[in-house]
């Protein structure tokens, strides 16, 4: 078998194909909690804070000497890639938790005994009968 097949034969599969959707859809909805972090919960946030501003804090470790940038730590930037972080694990919380209980409705047996049959019945009564001989 060729290389070139091989490779055709691997990408095709169900398996690869649906992680690719998953990797492009992930990446979209990652803009998306972006976007929702920074223009719509951390406004209101920093409103309530009196006006700050989280992507703008930082505290400058070293001032910038000639051709050499100043060392910045930002930590405003850190606040807003966290709050990302527990707004897509709580998604996928969400999500996960969804599939769990459809999953466990479809496996749950049905809830009514079935009825024994009558030989059933009669060989329980025998059974009963011998034991208390």
């Known amino acids: 078998m060729s290389m070139l097949k091989e490779f055709k034969d691997f990408a095709m599969r169900g398996n690869v194909v649906d992680?690719?959707?998953?990797?492009i859809i992930g990446a979209?909805?990652?803009?998306?909690?972006s976007s929702l972090v920074n223009d719509v919960i951390m406004p209101p946030i920093g409103l309530m804070m009196g006006g700050v501003d989280f992507s703008d804090k930082s505290i400058i470790l070293k001032?910038?000497?000639?051709?050499a940038p100043a060392v910045v730590l930002k930590y405003g930037v850190f606040i807003n890639t966290v709050l990302d972080f527990i707004i897509?694990?709580?998604?996928?919380?969400m999500l996960v938790r969804a599939m769990n209980q459809l999953k466990k409705k479809q496996e749950q047996p049905p809830a009514a005994s079935p009825v024994p049959s009558k030989e059933v019945v009669l060989l329980t009564e025998i059974r009963d009968l011998l034991k208390k001989k």
Do not use: L
């Open 28 to 33: 979209s909805f990652g803009k998306i909690v």
């Open 88 to 93: 897509v694990a709580f998604a996928i919380f």
């Open 19 to 23: 992680m690719a959707v998953g990797i």
């Open 63 to 67: 001032e910038a000497v000639g051709s």
